[in-house]
């Protein structure tokens, strides 16, 4: 007479195979946890310190200049308040004018010679089949050099008497030109200055956009008979219109601050056509010794460029929606 066999014992599925759990797990994951209020502590202590340079150079400057503009406002001896009459004052002041008018025709002018510039040059570069890398050299190096560096040697360029551009077109037997001390030329050559100096930057941003286009729509277009113009307006400026009214939006910005060219080359002249916002700032505080009409006047230019700002917040939080 057969008794029935005893069923083997089933070992829980986490116990088959399962390696021995060493000993010092425990005091492992609890030097861990010890630890973790130290590392926490240090990244608060490097979060606090970028905190508080912000605040000293940048937050506390502005908030401070934004006071001063309502206030009479002397240096080491305090501050009246004033109301909005540093406002008025700029405001009546012939040269505010004048300021603003030459701040957005340079806008302007540089929409209209330096915003194509570098999609153009963008658009040869990328179609170069040699030397690519040597080209985008060519191009990026103007931004390393410094600004005020690139100002005078623009200065120099430009002299009327034994400058290279005048010497240059003297050997080409063509009529010379006053460039940065003419009346009427002073303001164009400031954007061609300006153009030259921030157009590498502008090309490589370009570039990318450009090389992140599919071939296939290029290779569909070429397909259908599409001319280059065409395959440029068609598919090129489509694919990349967020990043040229990115840019756009962007130079306006920078262009509506603009202080090195006028100062170093054209210093304000001649007969002002030169002067602009950022410069009447300068000549507010340091010339006239009146901070508060340069912080009244900071604070319109702020106001402005912050409605620009946040366009360009809203543009790009749409994009990344859409995306």
Not at 44 to 73: D, N
Not at 121 to 130: D, M, S, W
Request: hydrophobic content about 50%; glycine content about 8%; some cysteine.
């Amino acid at each position: 007479m057969k008794t029935a066999s005893k069923p083997p014992a089933v070992l829980p599925p986490a116990a088959v195979g399962a390696p021995e759990a060493p000993r010092s797990a425990g005091r492992r994951n609890g030097g861990v946890s010890r630890r973790r209020p130290a590392d926490q502590f240090r990244a608060y202590a490097f979060l606090a310190g970028g905190l508080l340079c912000f605040a000293l150079f940048s937050w506390y400057p502005a908030i401070r200049a934004v006071v001063i503009a309502f206030q009479k406002y002397t240096p080491g001896s305090g501050g009246e308040w004033v109301g909005t009459a540093n406002f008025t004052r700029v405001f009546h002041d012939p040269e505010f004018t004048a300021a603003w008018r030459n701040t957005l025709t340079f806008t302007v002018l540089a929409l209209l010679i330096g915003f194509a510039v570098p999609f153009v040059t963008a658009l040869v570069l990328n179609e170069l089949r040699h030397a690519k890398a040597f080209f985008r050299v060519v191009v990026y190096l103007p931004v390393m050099i410094p600004p005020v560096v690139s100002a005078l040697l623009w200065k120099w360029f430009y002299d009327p008497g034994a400058g290279l551009a005048n010497e240059t077109l003297r050997a080409l037997h063509l009529p010379t030109s006053n460039w940065s001390n003419g009346a009427d030329t002073a303001l164009v050559s400031l954007v061609i200055v300006a153009t030259w100096a921030n157009l590498g930057g502008t090309v490589l941003i370009y570039l990318a956009a450009l090389q992140s286009i599919p071939g296939e729509l290029y290779e569909a277009a070429e397909l259908d008979g599409a001319s280059l113009l065409q395959r440029i307006r068609h598919v090129t400026i489509p694919q990349t219109r967020f990043i040229i009214l990115m840019l756009m939006l962007l130079q306006i910005i920078a262009t509506m601050q603009v202080f090195t060219e006028p100062f170093v080359i054209t210093g304000g002249g001649p007969e002002d056509k030169t002067v602009t916002v950022l410069y009447l700032i300068y000549k507010y505080a340091f010339l006239y010794n009146d901070f508060g009409g340069a912080c009244a006047l900071s604070v319109m230019l702020l106001v402005l460029l912050s409605a620009f700002s946040a366009l360009y917040l809203r543009l790009t939080r749409s994009e990344g929606e859409d995306a």
